[in-house]
């Protein structure tokens, strides 16, 4: 772990912040997810060396700690992209401070483009693997055997059935698709939105892959959820801004908030 982590995990627990079981990544527009937290203890990033200083609206730049249905849990509102600074391990302090505050499950979210003709902005998505064709790794110049990991449990599958179980006793609707990473910050062209559709992705979106590379490689376990906010450039009429991804996203969160209350509800031992 680096010193920038060790040095947070310092900062965070000399608030009286204890081990963190479940983490959340919030995407744009969803950053009022962590109003559920009870007895929130909220640290800005600027007071946490290594944490990311934030360049887009739709962001708030802090995390906060705190009980939810008895599952003490943390939510960082607001994450660093790829295409701030051309950084791609930005979030490996972050995830580092969350693994030495014993945290073992990861939950990303992000708002997402449709590329499928069933998912309709509003939805909420599983995502069940993805599609890296970016050329760019976070683990690039990490050095090592270490850092040639496998993927093929990235998106966990026993939290995948935990988060279904979720949707039952929610009564919120989830559909399963594979994410493709593309940098941006600009959005796709619908030429690359075209191939994204044959190459198999379900919906584009400019983070969670990095994030997901890095907790695997430092062993937490990860899933993701995405919030479609638009279709994809040029599918289904889909011409995406960022002002329109931050608000359906904002409008998805009531429901995603309502889903990750069941989800922490659902004991791992019950969706074998
Ligand atoms: N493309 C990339 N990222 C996104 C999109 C999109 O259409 N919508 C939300 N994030």
Redesign the pocket.
Known sequence: MSTNAEAALEAIMSRGVGAVEVAFVLGTGLGNMADAVENPIAIPYADLPGFPELTVSGHDGQIVFGMQEGVSVAYMQGRSHYYEHGVPNCMEVPLETLALLGTQIVVLTA???SLNADFYPGNLILITDHINLNGINPLIGSGGDGSIISLVDAYDQRLARRFKRATLTAGVNVREGVYMW?S?PS??TPAEVKMARMLGADV???SVVPEVILARRIGLRTTAVGIV??F??GFQG?N?SHVE?RQVAAQGAITLKRLIRSFLRVKEAEAQ
């Open positions: 708002a997402v483009g593309f941006g959005f796709e584009v979106g400019m906010s638009n994809g450039a889909g995406p991804t």
